[in-house]
């Protein structure tokens, strides 16, 4: 059974800095393509960040050049780096996995997602 759980969520002044990780369990990265997505009150969901089985990586423009997503796939972890935040930024985020050896069409897409973790909170104050 497929679970994933993110951790490092919290406070941050605008400007800094902060690394969530994504801990996934019941499977193996290699085949699977991961994202994260973040979700602020009163808004839809956003694909922000994504990286395919070959390594491939797909950004928002709203984080690009700020945000990196990276695995470890001997730990079976998924990390965001967040840098330069805004409060812009404040948001639930999630990570998403879905198995799929030949990447996704439109890996930034919620739809595109089977597998979900239960969210962390991001809070940027000015």
């Known amino acids: 059974q497929v679970q994933l759980a993110e951790f490092g969520g919290g406070s941050v002044q605008a400007g800094g800095s902060l690394r969530l990780s994504c801990a996934s369990s019941?499977?193996?990265?290699?085949?699977?393509?991961m994202a994260w997505f973040r979700q602020a009150p009163g808004k839809e969901r956003e694909g922000i960040a994504a990286?395919?089985?070959?390594?491939?990586?797909t950004y928002a423009d709203s984080v690009r050049g700020r945000f990196t997503i990276s695995q470890d796939s001997a730990k079976n972890t998924l990390y965001l780096q967040m840098s330069s935040l805004e409060r812009e930024d404040s948001a639930m985020y999630y990570c998403?996995?879905?198995?799929?050896?030949?990447?996704?069409?439109?890996?930034?897409?919620?739809?595109?997602?089977?597998?979900w973790g239960q969210g962390t909170q991001v809070t940027v104050s000015s």
């Open positions: 990286i395919e089985s070959d390594g491939t990586t």
């Open positions: 998403a996995a879905e198995p799929a050896p030949n990447g996704l069409h439109t890996p930034l897409d919620q739809n595109e997602y089977k597998y």
């Open positions: 019941g499977y193996t990265f290699e085949n699977y393509c």
